[in-house]
């Protein structure tokens, strides 16, 4: 059994993982803003945890932290304003991993997006570009932190039951599943074959964990 740490915790991707990671015996802390949001979250057999991660410093992130096995960032501003977009998917990011670090927590999942790369070639004009541009800066932190982390790059994300198949080769961006991208995070928090690694994926025709490991 393992103690795992949410960030993010009301997302479609993140309630999806707290059901599959309590139900393999987990125990299971998802990090939310909005207090409305526990129910949801304990219904998954997780339990809630009320906090604002964008107004909060390290150190604060630091004790929240402390005393997990892993933490998972599935935490997103889910658009609008590129102010907000940095605030969160770069500036909170950064600084739960550094309070990870400070915690003693060594292993960090983060989901990001198929193809993050400071070479993402958005132009400055575009709409995705502070996402583009927020993201890459986090997942390079993330590689920089000496935390044992790995880096999840899911397709387009779309509802659907899953197939528990993925393909990791694939070159261009598809779609896949919410439901397999759950099923990836509790496969490689499972895995220590995937730390270090950046981890890119499509729906597919081999299954989650031999795809991974």
């Known amino acids: 059994m393992a103690r ?29 803003r909005n207090p409305a949001h526990a129910p949801d979250v304990l219904e998954t057999g997780a339990n809630a945890v009320v906090l604002d991660m964008e107004g909060s410093d390290v150190d604060t992130l630091a004790e929240v932290l402390s005393g997990y096995d892993a933490v998972v ?49 958005v132009p400055q004009d575009d709409p995705f570009f502070a996402y583009a541009d927020a993201k890459a800066e986090a997942d390079e932190h993330l590689r920089a932190s000496g935390l044992d982390a790995t880096v999840l790059q899911p397709s387009g994300l779309r509802d659907g039951p899953g197939t528990g198949l993925i393909d990791v080769e694939a070159e261009k961006s598809g779609n896949v599943d919410r439901a397999d991208v759950a099923a990836v995070i509790a496969a490689v928090l499972a895995d220590d074959s995937t730390i270090g690694r950046t981890i890119r994926f499509n729906e597919g025709q081999e299954p989650i964990a031999q795809a991974i490991g």
């Open 73 to 121: 960032w599935s935490a997103g501003a889910g658009g609008g304003s590129a102010e907000r977009t940095y605030a969160v998917d770069r500036d909170a990011a950064i600084r739960s991993m550094d309070a990870a670090r400070a915690a003693g927590v060594g292993r960090y999942v983060m989901v990001s997006y198929f193809g993050a790369s400071t070479e993402h070639g």
């Open 4 to 32: 795992i740490v949410i960030l993010g915790g009301h997302g479609k991707v993140a309630l999806q993982l707290e059901r599959l990671l309590a139900e393999r015996g987990d125990e299971v802390d998802a990090v939310i």
